[in-house]
């Protein structure tokens, strides 16, 4: 089983910035991509972006510019640093785990919130 352990969310203003992170472990034996989605209240779940192990990125057109996401293979972490963050952005964010068989494994999701 892999666990995926999320950490960063909270409040922030509006332009403000939060980093999220994620770890996964467990029996993890190969990693395709890690990632995070998020889903705001009355929306489906959507992808924000995510990161092969190659360092091969993709993000959402509406968080391009803004979100960086970065992974330390290493430690199997994940990382969405967030800036510019707009009211929009308010949603739960959880991390993703895919592995090389395509199967996937969720964390149990992490707060945020813009909002003055």
């Known amino acids: 089983q892999v666990q995926l352990v999320e950490s960063g969310g909270g409040l922030v203003q509006p332009g403000g910035s939060l980093r999220l992170s994620c770890a996964a472990s467990?029996?993890?034996?190969?990693?395709?991509?890690m990632g995070w989605h998020r889903q705001a209240p009355g929306k489906q779940r959507e992808l924000v972006a995510s990161?092969?192990?190659?360092?091969?990125?993709n993000y959402a057109d509406a968080v391009k510019g803004r979100f960086t996401i970065s992974r330390d293979n290493a430690k199997n972490t994940v990382f969405l640093q967030m800036t510019g963050l707009k009211p929009e952005d308010t949603a739960v964010y959880y991390c993703?785990?895919?592995?090389?068989?395509?199967?996937?494994?969720w964390g149990q999701g992490t707060q945020v919130t813009v909002s003055s």
């Open positions: 990161i092969t192990g190659g360092g091969s990125r």
């Open positions: 467990g029996s993890i034996f190969s990693i395709n991509t």
């Open positions: 993703k785990l895919r592995t090389s068989v395509y199967y996937d494994y």
